[in-house]
Structures are given as structure tokens and as C-alpha cells.
């Protein structure tokens, strides 16, 4: 079925590192993403990687996935307490909709100082 | 360049009524899809719109409809209105035209309110 599952908690103490994690269904999936969500703010697109990719860096951001084990994870180095919100995964569910995503119901992040 | 723009950002609507939400997609995108957002939740696809057309649709009653102008800016209408609806909104905008390159922006969503 369509389903993509988070932790829906994590916290973090500030200069530490935070790995989030996401399992989805749709192994042919194109494109899997990475949003954030601040309080009362629409989405903000991190970053997304290709199916054919197992890894992507982008400055403090690393995404890691393991097509076996249908396994997504968001890697944010140096945690800030800026980076606190709502991170959200989501599958391209049709394999290149380019607009129908299948979302996890976020994973709420909280940096300590 | 402007991101992604809907309008308006707050509304309250009382139940039955009807309701207009607006969205201008990225400068040099084509496609527009429209998502529901109830607290707490992910996103859920409503539906898609390239070359004025609805492309792709969720799981949402007739209820729930939309345009695409010649211009690539998008409506979504919702009549009748149910507690249910009570949502932020958001508006999606992508390339379809040049390929999938993966690249997909939100808006900052108009939250609705039905009472």
C-alpha cells in the first residue's frame, strides 16, 4: 500500500549530529524528498535524491538510501537550533508525477542548547 | 524571482459555504498540484494541473475543484463546506515541460477555517 513512515520525534543537543529516518513503499519510485516545516509555515524543500543514487551531500545536509531495504535517511551535521521543525519524507508515488508526492507524518525535531 | 504564491494566507468560512484558493507557481514552471494539510498530518495530494488540464487527482470528493490559467496560476475551489476542511492548503509548482528534474517548490499555504 502507499504508505511512508517517521519517527515522529527526535531530539538533539545543539553541535550534535541528527539523523531522521523514512521507510517507503514504491521501490520505483523517481524522486524522494526531504521538506521542512517550521510553526505556521508552508514547505520547505531541503533537499531530494534519484532512486538510482545512494548517497547526496549538500553543505550540511546528507541523505543516505538503501533501495533494499526501501530506507531514506536525512543526516544534518553541526544541529543548530534553527534547524528545530518538522521534517517531512515523501515518494514520488507514480514514478516521475513531478507533483504527486506521498508524505510520512513528519518527524518533529528539537534542538536543545 | 518569486517562489511559489497563494492567496489568501487566512480565511474562515462557515459550514456550507464556498471557497476560492489562489496560487502562482514559480517563475518558469508549468504544473501546479494542491495539497490538504489538517494538523498534525502530512500533506495529502488533491490533485494536479498542467496545460490547463487536471492531470492526476487523490482521494477527494467532487467537492474539491480547480483550474489552470492560460498564465500557469491555479484555482482551487472546494464548495460545500464540511468542519472537516478546516486545513492549510498548499500549493505545489514544477517543470513538467522540461522533464522531471525532480525540482519541486511549495507556496506558504492558506490556512482555512471552517466554523
Known amino acids: 500500500g502507499e504508505d511512508v513512515e517517521q519517527s515522529l520525534f527526535l531530539s538533539v543537543r545543539e553541535g550534535d549530529s541528527s539523523v531522521i529516518n523514512c521507510t517507503y513503499t514504491?521501490?520505483?519510485?523517481?524522486?524522494l524528498y526531504w521538506y521542512k516545516q517550521e510553526p505556521g509555515a508552508g514547505l520547505q524543500l531541503l533537499t531530494y535524491?534519484?532512486?538510482?543514487?545512494d548517497m547526496k551531500q549538500d553543505q550540511r545536509l546528507t541523505v543516505l538510501l538503501n533501495k533494499k531495504d526501501k530506507h531514506l535517511s536525512l543526516r544534518i551535521a553541526d544541529t543548530q537550533t534553527g534547524d528545530s521543525a518538522i521534517y517531512f519524507c515523501?515518494?514520488?508515488?507514480?514514478?516521475?508525477?513531478?507533483?504527486?508526492?506521498?508524505f510520512g507524518k513528519g518527524t518533529k525535531l528539537s534542538v536543545k542548547p | 524571482d518569486a517562489g511559489v504564491t497563494q492567496s489568501p494566507t487566512h480565511l474562515i468560512k462557515t459550514r456550507g459555504q464556498q471557497v476560492t484558493l489562489r496560487c502562482s507557481p514559480k517563475?518558469?514552471?508549468?504544473?501546479v498540484s494542491w495539497y490538504q494539510q489538517a494538523l498534525g498530518q502530512g500533506p495529502q495530494f488533491i490533485f494536479q494541473?498542467?496545460?490547463?488540464?487536471?492531470?492526476q487527482r487523490g482521494n477527494f470528493p467532487d467537492r474539491f475543484s480547480g483550474h489552470q490559467f492560460p498564465n500557469y496560476s491555479s484555482e482551487l475551489n472546494v464548495n460545500a463546506l464540511l468542519l472537516g476542511d478546516s486545513a492549510l492548503y498548499l500549493c505545489?509548482?514544477?517543470?513538467?515541460?522540461?522533464?522531471?528534474?525532480?525540482?519541486?517548490?511549495f507556496g506558504e499555504g492558506s490556512r482555512l477555517t471552517v466554523l
Open positions: 505545489a509548482s514544477s517543470f513538467l515541460s522540461g522533464g522531471n528534474t525532480g525540482e519541486l517548490f
Open positions: 514504491d521501490s520505483s519510485s523517481t524522486y
Open positions: 535524491i534519484f532512486s538510482n543514487m
Open positions: 515523501a515518494e514520488d508515488w507514480y514514478g516521475g508525477s513531478q507533483g504527486n508526492l506521498i
Open positions: 517563475s518558469g514552471h508549468d504544473t
Open positions: 494541473y498542467y496545460e490547463e488540464e487536471e492531470r
